[in-house]
């Protein structure tokens, strides 16, 4: 088996996981806010988490480790231009994301807590909404810049 396309599928895959994961569990949380349904929040936001810890951190393990083995084995140079932004934006997205991961877990308890005793949204949940989603775009817009970046290796 080659291991130069055994690893390509890997970073591929873990990236379609990474990025799907990200934006699918972000619309179906963001949405589900907008209901103001405090069950339908505390169930969406448990999944998120859930789903964020199964899927998405795997893959921001898996990604550098393929990419560099990839690299390694091509010949690719760390100096080249197209690589060192597609290494600023994967470090942004992922700066981005380890607070999102801790506003997850946040929002996901304060849900829960509404949830079981009946009670409303706390402000707290709200604002912990309002950075999970600003924090949201840059990480998603530098995906995308990833994805760019990596298919047209611009010079």
């Known amino acids: 088996m080659n291991t130069y396309l055994l690893l390509k599928w890997l970073h591929i895959l873990s990236s379609v996981l990474l990025v799907g994961t990200g934006f699918g569990t972000a619309f179906y949380l963001y949405f589900t806010n907008r209901t103001r349904n405090i069950q339908a929040i505390a169930e969406v936001a448990r999944l998120v988490v859930k789903a964020d810890l199964w899927f998405t951190t ?16 091509t010949g690719y140079s760390f100096s080249q231009n197209w690589l060192m932004w597609t290494l600023a934006c994967y470090v942004l997205a992922r700066i981005c994301w380890l607070p999102v991961l801790w506003l997850q877990l946040k929002m996901r308890d304060i849900a829960v807590i509404a949830a079981n005793t009946d009670d409303s949204l706390s402000r707290q949940y709200w604002d912990y909404a309002k950075y999970w989603e600003w924090l949201g775009y840059p990480a998603f817009i530098a995906m995308l810049c990833v994805y760019w970046l990596m298919v047209f290796k611009p010079v």
Not at 58 to 73: D, K, R
């Open 58 to 73: 795997p893959a921001v393990i898996i990604q550098p480790i393929t990419g560099y083995w990839m690299m390694t084995l």
